[in-house]
């Protein structure tokens, strides 16, 4: 089955600074990678995702970036603000027929100073 | 995406009782699923929630442990039994189309038990 890394487990960054999330996927037939935001006591929340068909989407001052020959996909936030704390997931899709499927990474913790 | 709800919130449970765990979409919704997140840790899928048939169990879960319903397309429950404190965790219900893979989560029912 699909496994999924992430790094790193936690991130600290000052208010302003950029930060990147890396994840690898072992499932060649994924095609769907979402990432999560999740503060505390809160469910995760949908930030953004990206198909295998794209390589970048951005969104305000998220982006997403894909390498399907390396497998391997990362999150960029940029000029970023201390609301911005919390716990990011990546996650990949199953692919093939396995509609609904995700597994995710082992989670990030980002601290944002100001 | 569709509004979810899980009740109950939080609940602290005494071992060898059991706890059902509600979750309602706002609108009828193709995929429901269930996933565990123990403390400090990541997703992972517990189970598909179909309707009008069994639930579909991911490896490590077991019908007998957490039995799962979904009577119509805006509702499905979890049942926890026979509760250890290792059941202590993070219980989260999703929505997806299946179509696209796209996922929401509800807001987690914590469980202790003690």
């Known amino acids: 089955g699909e496994n999924v890394e992430q790094h790193p487990s936690t991130l600290s960054v000052q208010e302003g600074d950029s930060a990147v999330i890396k994840c690898t996927y072992s499932?060649?037939?994924?095609?769907?990678f979402p990432w999560y935001k999740q503060e505390l006591g809160k469910g995760p929340q949908l930030i953004i995702d990206?198909?295998?068909?794209?390589g970048e989407k951005k969104d305000q001052r998220i982006a997403v970036t894909l390498n399907k020959t390396a497998k391997h996909f990362s999150l960029h936030i940029t000029e970023t603000q201390p609301e911005d704390s919390a716990v990011y997931f990546c996650?990949?899709?199953?692919?093939?027929?396995?509609?609904?499927?995700?597994?995710f990474g082992q989670g990030t913790i980002l601290t944002v100073h100001p | 995406s569709a509004v979810i709800s899980q009740k109950p919130s939080r609940d602290i449970c005494q071992r060898g009782t059991s706890l059902t765990i509600q979750c309602q979409v706002d609108?009828?919704?193709?995929?429901m699923f269930w996933y565990r997140q123990q403390p400090g840790q990541s997703l992972t899928l517990i189970a598909t929630?179909?309707?009008?048939?069994?639930?579909?169990?991911e490896s490590g879960f077991v019908i007998d442990k957490f039995p799962i319903s979904r009577p119509n397309l805006t509702f499905s429950t979890l049942t926890v039994s026979n509760m250890s404190p290792e059941d202590s965790s993070i219980y989260l219900c999703?929505?997806?189309?299946?179509?696209?893979?796209?996922?929401?989560f509800g807001p987690g029912t914590r469980l202790t038990v003690l």
């Open positions: 609108s009828q919704v193709t995929m």
């Open positions: 990206i198909r295998s068909n794209v």
């Open positions: 996650a990949a899709n199953a692919g093939g027929t396995s509609y609904g499927k995700l597994t």
């Open positions: 499932d060649s037939a994924s095609n769907y």
């Open positions: 999703s929505e997806g189309t299946g179509a696209t893979d796209t996922q929401y």
């Open positions: 929630a179909n309707q009008g048939s069994e639930a579909t169990y």
